[in-house]
Nanobody, 124 residues
Framework: QVQLVESGGGLVQAGGSLRLSCVAPGRTFRSYAMGWFRQAPGKEREFVAL????????YYADFVKGRFTVSRDNAKNTVYLQMNSLKPEDTAVYYCAARTTTGLPTAAELYDLWGRGTQVTVSS
């Protein structure tokens, strides 16, 4: 049915910042934990970050700790990924995903809804 919609991607110089947004179904938004994944050309999809249903808990992949911050605004049905100190290796299509289940945050198969992705390109 209704899918997630990401935005905010683009081209940025190394060391720069981008803020991604993801709009989710309104009525059921607070029933979902929200995650971010990314996929670079020729590579498998990898977990980036997760924020809990209430927004009180977050979980990050090691390679983004200290650089990326995930947050959500339930009144706007939106989750954000603030990306700072970007590196060329961060170049990928970034996907927003939603899940109603509990379990391993990095397990992509546990996510129920996905967006179509937004391209992030970091130049050196």
């Amino acid at each position: 049915q209704v899918q997630l919609v990401e935005s905010g991607g683009g081209l940025v110089q190394a060391g720069g910042s981008l803020r991604l947004s993801c709009v989710a179904p309104g009525r059921t938004f607070r029933s979902y934990a929200m995650g971010w994944f990314r996929q670079a050309p020729g590579k498998e999809r990898e977990f980036v970050a997760l924020i809990s249903w209430s927004g009180g808990n977050t979980y990050y992949a090691d390679f983004v700790k200290g650089r990326f911050t995930v947050s959500r605004d339930n009144a706007k049905n939106t989750v954000y990924l603030q990306m700072n100190s970007l590196k060329p290796e961060d170049t990928a299509v970034y996907y927003c995903a939603a899940r109603t289940t509990t379990g391993l945050p990095t397990a992509a198969e546990l996510y129920d809804l996905w967006g179509r992705g937004t391209q992030v390109t970091v130049s050196s």
